[in-house]
């Protein structure tokens, strides 16, 4: 069965420093999402990505946030310049558009971030 | 601002006995509903879903119910089983479907 694929599982970062986290989404779907969770807290949504441009992005998706789809399969997550509050459990979902089916987004295992 | 909130923070119930995890959501131009389950360490997973012109949709031993006079929605898992631990999400779409809002999640615990 496919399934959407994150890497790293976990990464570990100074602050300030850039990360990148990379998920590879379902082949054939159109719509890719990234959510956070901080520990103990709600899943949010950050951003939504369609046709090569973000579509809906969140109050938490700043100008230290960017997304890019470079190649047709990965998707990333850039955080220019970390924070500590940027620790989080960050989710790649994709969803296959279309009908009401077409919705079901499909949830990656997720990257742990930590800044120190 | 939107809000979608759980009345339940954790839920016990005996294996197989009916769950009802409940979610109450605050901007009733949402549309469109969907209840994911997480279990630990992994992202969460897409049980069932609805839109705001149902009250009421089936899947497998799931029942998801709408009451948009009162803006709740509820999950029943029949005869519930060790496998339903987790933690339940409800989430809200408004006006597209490209952006979603979770709720803060209620704790499933079987006892076997």
């Known amino acids: 069965e496919p399934e959407v694929t994150q890497t790293p599982s976990h990464q570990v970062t100074q602050m300030g420093q850039e990360v990148i986290l990379r998920c590879v989404p379902i082949s054939n779907h159109l719509y890719f999402y990234w959510y956070r969770q901080i520990l103990g807290q709600k899943v949010e949504f950050l951003v939504s990505f369609y046709n090569n441009e973000i579509s809906e992005k969140s109050e938490i998706f700043d100008d230290q946030f960017s997304v890019e789809r470079p190649d047709g399969s990965n998707f990333t997550l850039k955080i220019r310049s970390t924070k500590l509050e940027d620790s989080a459990m960050y989710f790649c979902?994709?969803?296959?558009?279309?009908?009401?089916?077409?919705?079901?987004?499909?949830f990656g295992p997720g990257t742990r971030l930590t800044v120190l | 601002g939107e809000s979608v909130g759980l009345h339940l923070p954790t839920l016990s119930v005996q294996e197989g006995d009916n769950s009802i995890i409940n979610c109450a959501y605050s901007n009733s131009a949402s549309d469109y509903f969907i209840w994911y389950k997480q279990e630990s360490g992994k992202g969460p997973q897409f049980i069932i879903d609805?839109?705001?012109?149902?009250d009421k949709r089936q899947g497998q031993r799931v029942t998801v119910l709408l009451n948009k006079t009162v803006k709740h929605l509820s999950l029943q898992i029949a005869a519930t089983q060790p496998g339903d631990s987790a933690v339940y999400f409800c989430?809200?779409?408004?006006?597209?479907?490209?952006?979603?809002?979770f709720g803060s999640g209620t704790k499933l615990n079987v006892k076997p």
């Open positions: 979902a994709s969803s296959p558009g279309g009908d009401l089916r077409g919705n079901e987004q499909f």
């Open positions: 989430a809200e779409n408004l006006y597209n479907f490209n952006k979603f809002y």
């Open positions: 609805i839109r705001s012109n149902m």
